[in-house]
């Protein structure tokens, strides 16, 4: 059992930046198997960044050059750096990680950007 917590969201304006994280209860895994996903009322979950098996990240089209993910094995921490939001970033973000053949989401983090 896993257990994810995001932290960071908030109100932000318009070209402004924040920084998500997410702290998993358990080590003995890579923190690079954990990706972002994000949800907005009446719409499935997407996915907004994680990394392919080669360790390479990838980006969903709508943030590439704006969101950047990363991750800190020592603090069981994967991070999303969020630099120019726009409006329709608005969303619930969540983290998630697929291990030992379950998936484990965490409760969300709300990220609100005002025009």
């Known amino acids: 059992q896993v257990q994810l917590v995001e932290s960071g969201g908030g109100l932000v304006q318009a070209g402004e930046s924040l920084r998500l994280s997410c702290t998993a209860s358990r080590r003995h895994f890579s923190i690079n198997r954990i990706d972002w996903y994000r949800q907005t009322p009446g719409n499935q979950r997407e996915l907004v960044a994680g990394?392919?098996?080669?360790?390479?990240?990838n980006y969903a089209d709508s943030v590439k050059g704006r969101f950047t993910i990363s991750g800190d094995n020592a603090k069981n921490t994967a991070y999303l750096q969020m630099n120019s939001l726009k409006p329709e970033d608005t969303a619930v973000y969540y983290c998630?990680?697929?291990?030992?053949?379950?998936?484990?989401w965490g409760k969300g983090t709300l990220v609100t950007v005002s025009s």
């Open positions: 990394f392919t098996d080669s360790g390479r990240s």
């Open positions: 998630h990680l697929n291990y030992g053949g379950m998936d484990y």
